[in-house]
């Protein structure tokens, strides 16, 4: 059956052509713009976001501690708007991750951290907004107008922003090169669409899933649980594969699908392999990614440190179909609109 004409799955599909536009673009000048903040001896990283934008800090936050040695914290944009009492940001690097660049809770943390005189940074695609003039310096993200509600294509360019800054700092050149082979990854990543869509239909009675990862893939379980939560109106939670042991796994049953995202070998492979055996002997069915088991939906070989940029690929196709299985219209989610402006 053909599948109807959509925003947000054209959008899907334009994802390695978008990541690719940014490398190309900013590449060479985020490397001049990581050599004054080496220079600077930052001693951490606070990266204000909502939504999706949340979910490119968090790999951020491996990203950063893995390659720089740099604690990276999420702010609450809320004390410095609800309660006026911004942190004290000295010694810090000062990041504001948005796809409009228009909420003013996330513009005014970063106002008031440059005004403390620390370095501020907006990733951020509309490099005219409120957020990009806010900021010290900006990496726009080249995604183009992004006309779905649904984020797509502004998160993996958010993604391949981060690991440019991270790769930079670190100096970390020939995984600066292996970067730059990532949109032909994603590109395959994409060709696995048919399998994806016969894996949605299990969630088509489904009223709540779990999506399981750990380690630099563990943003990638929050981004495919929102949106799932999204476009299917299905329950996803995300845990680490860690966390879930640790008390949640006795909800594990019939009625509970669970997705295991994993790159290829990778660290936490092992772990979420004896996971699923745990989840397969309670009953919940598997809908894995990127892991060695049947059924699976296959992930091209890459980086572990920038697979979530290809793990999230079948991740954002499985809840586009699984709305469409649900008999939902995945361009246009309920209650949704493309730009939230929270104070």
Known sequence: MALPESTLRREIAEQPDAVARLLSREGARVARLAAPIRRSGVRFVLIAARGTSDNAARYAQYLFGVLDGLPVALAAPSLTTLYGRPPDTRGGLVIGISQSGRSPDIVETVAAARRQGAPTLAIVNDAESPLARAASEVIPLHAGEERS???????????????????????????????????????????????????????????????????????????IALKLKELSLILAEPYSSADFQHGPIALAEPDLPAILVSAPGGRPERELLALARKLRESGSPLLPIGLPVPGAIPLPESPELLSPLVAVLPGQLLAFHAALARGLDPDSPRGLKKVTETR
């Open 149 to 223: 509600v649904a984020a797509t294509k502004s998160y993996t360019t958010q993604l391949a922003a981060v690991a440019l800054l991270a790769l930079s700092l670190a100096g970390k050149r020939t995984l600066l090169k292996k970067l730059g082979s990532i949109p032909g990854a994603m590109a395959e990543a994409l060709s696995a669409e048919p399998s994806v869509r016969r894996m949605a239909r299990r969630l088509a009675a489904a009223s709540r899933a779990v999506v399981l990862a750990r380690g630099i893939n563990y943003p990638t379980a929050w981004e």
